[in-house]
């Protein structure tokens, strides 16, 4: 019979070399190009069902935070103005921290629920905290 450790140590040798330690959500960078003045975006969409929300909820946030004309055509995301990635990126994630993640356990497994009196809160399926967010 083997003791503890000698089984600990088989355990240890037999894990696979790469455990990642990282997140376990990851949020995708923006892809697009440059049209002229406009700028196009053609991954919001998959970044807003990522993040678990409608891509009409991340593209008003968006609109409002970069002080920009918009609109959503044929899965393509149209701005009105140049717009650098790297900007765009940033909001992106202060979207997600301010709509996504729970500020009591910091997991993504949030959902937007609207109550009576028209307040919107981010209800977290881990933990179960509630808060009321801002309208966009």
Known sequence: MQNYEDLLKK???ELPENISGGERFVIEKVKGHLEGNKTVLINLVKIAKDLGRTTDHLLKYLLREL??????????IILGTKVSALKINKKIKKYASEFVFCSECNKPDTELV??????????CLACGAKKPVKKI
């Open 11 to 13: 355990a240890e040798e």
């Open 67 to 76: 002080a920009t004309p918009g609109k959503l055509i044929r899965g393509r």
């Open 114 to 123: 609207e109550e009576k009196g028209g307040i919107i809160y981010l209800k």
